[in-house]
């Protein structure tokens, strides 16, 4: 099944806010909390309450060493270079402009299939995979099954699954063991979306699943 209100669930913010998530999915939180000022003070009172429960931990059962050992660490860690993002592409979050680097446009993207596009920017060691998905308006998504978790960021344009239609902002959440699923790009405009999915889908038209294993979805 698929999740209807187009706003990813509490417990996923907590888990971001705790700093549980994979790159991936922390990815997708932290673009769509950029267009829900309610979703992004969530995840501030998530980790207020979060630095509040740490400083009443006992760490008297930590052994000698460990926050020198830990600050060392982190200061070994290399730093990424910071791009000043008002240089990017303003179309869509800056947390997510940083982490691309250069605007949509310049993107590498591959042929998907028949007015679709995708360009994949991160792969879990777990298997799940980050990737944009870019589509003309009227295309329609090869149907198909999940075995994982699927969430879905709209940043540009909009479709609709069903009677249940996304715009810019909302998320859509099929679960592992979605059937049929199949998302409808609307006429107006071309769709852009972040993606993130936990395990490759299963496409239903033989065409779909011959060249599945050259676009890594």
Known sequence: MTQNNGYIPDEWLLSYAAGALSEGH???????AAYHAEVGQKIADAEAIGGALLEDQDTS???????DDLMAKLEDEEMPEVTETTALDKSIPASLAAYLGKPLDDMKWRFMGPGLKQCQL?????????WLLK?????????????GLELTLILKGSYHVGGTHYT??????AEAGSKDHQPVIDDAEDCICLVVTEAPIKIHNWIGRMVQPFIGL
Request: hydrophobic share 45%; proline share 7%; aromatic share 8%.
């Open 168 to 173: 810019p902002g909302l998320v859509e959440v």
């Open 122 to 130: 991160w792969t879990g060691e777990g298997g799940e995979k980050l």
């Open 61 to 67: 059962a930590l052994p000698d060493g460990f926050f």
């Open 26 to 32: 922390a990815m997708i939180v932290s673009a769509h």
């Open 135 to 147: 589509a003309k308006a009227g295309a329609s998504i090869p149907m198909h099954d999940h075995s």
